[in-house]
């Protein structure tokens, strides 16, 4: 009897601490600048619906700029110290704006994904603009976002050294990986978001990774015909507004985007993503249950 009045005392207890930590989470803000390029827009695409189901009211702020390097980004900051009518490169602020702009609980770093594997390019950029946001948030945690590499039939890949790419998708992961890791440790052992890990697991899984469609004629296309690209992570190919065949084997995709966002949800809102609901409609069920598998692992 007192075994089972123990057992019950000790059920009402874990119940009440896990409604104490909803009630917590329930309302909370989360203040998050992006200091990035296309790829940081892609992993954060579906993190408001991620955390809008954790019940996390999200501010994204975001220093984000197309192909932009954490040269071209610092490259900014010195413009705008020059003469501040200029280096407002975003959406009419500078770096040093947004910093000040309020109080954020998370600032992201990332090198531009075609200078991922090459550590070269990382320094002395990535430590000036660490230095600057601990200038102006203090209190701010710093993540170093780790980007993918391209789709396996990619052409060009990212760079690993002067003059010298990668030769496939896992030379560029290999490489990136190493660099940003490189980076992390650097800065202090900054945490890392493992993008690229997740999308290298996916891309190389025997049963789920993307295989290129070798019966497509590619070199003659004809509108509106496409290669099969089943569980591509990446945009692929697609028709342009001029009915010329496209290829984008860098830039994710809708479930390309979905797994980077379940990695961030992991690691910034400190979520299981496995218990999310939220899915895009372009999704498969299945494969969603993989990416979330996935990004849990990572």
Known sequence: MKILIKTKLVIVLVLTMCLQLNAQQAGKTLKVLLIGN???QNASRYLPQMAEEAHVK????RAEMGGCSLKRHWDSVLVNDIDTNRGKAYKGQSLRQ????QKWDIVTMQQYSLLSGDEGTYQPYATKIYDLVKKYQPDAKVF??????YRADAVNWGMIASEKRAENNREMWEKSRAAYHLMAKN??????IPSGD??????TDSKWGFKKDTAFDYANPVYPALPSQQNSINV???????????????????????LAGLVWYKHLLKGDPTKLKFK????????????????SKN
């Open 58 to 61: 999200l501010v994204l702020g």
């Open 38 to 40: 296309s790829f940081s």
């Open 98 to 101: 947004l910093l000040q702009s």
């Open 144 to 149: 170093v976002h780790q980007t993918w590499a």
């Open 280 to 295: 895009p409609a372009a999704v498969s069920d299945e494969f969603a249950a993989f990416l979330k598998a996935t990004a």
């Open 198 to 203: 997740a999308f290298y697991q996916v891309a």
């Open 187 to 192: 800065l202090g052992n900054l945490p890392i």
């Open 236 to 258: 692929g190919y697609s028709w342009g507004k001029d009915k010329k065949l496209q290829f984008d084997p860098n830039h994710a995709n809708e479930a390309g985007c979905y």
